[in-house]
């Protein structure tokens, strides 16, 4: 079983930054892919970013050039540095864990609670 809990969400202005972390249970955390997902009022959730247990990144083109996902294994964390953020971005933003060894996270197998992103404009 593992858990993740995000944190670092809120409020911010269109052009602005946050950081999300995602805190992640288990002794086994540098073997799963990391990812996180969205989901924006009245849609469905989407794919933001994915990070591999070997460092390898993958983001959605939405994302690409102003977000960047990285992992601590040692703190057992995964982050998602959101820069240039614009009211589009506005969602729930959820941490995900897919404990196979896949190159990229399509089909997690464990979810986080989710954090809110609210970027005015």
């Known amino acids: 079983q593992v858990q993740l809990v995000e944190s670092g969400g809120g409020l911010v202005q269109a052009g602005g930054s946050l950081r999300l972390s995602c805190a992640a249970s288990?002794?086994?955390?540098?073997?799963?892919?990391m990812g996180w997902f969205r989901q924006a009022l009245g849609k469905e959730r989407e794919f933001v970013a994915s990070i591999s247990r070997s460092g390898g990144t993958y983001y959605a083109d939405s994302v690409k050039g102003r977000f960047t996902i990285s992992r601590d294994n040692a703190k057992n964390t995964v982050y998602l540095q959101m820069n240039s953020l614009n009211p589009e971005d506005t969602a729930v933003y959820y941490c995900?864990?897919?404990?196979?060894?896949?190159?990229?996270?399509?089909?997690?197998?464990?979810w986080g609670q989710g954090t809110q992103v609210t970027v005015s404009s």
């Open positions: 995900a864990a897919d404990t196979a060894p896949v190159a990229v996270i399509r089909t997690p197998n464990y």
């Open positions: 288990g002794r086994t955390f540098s073997n799963y892919a």
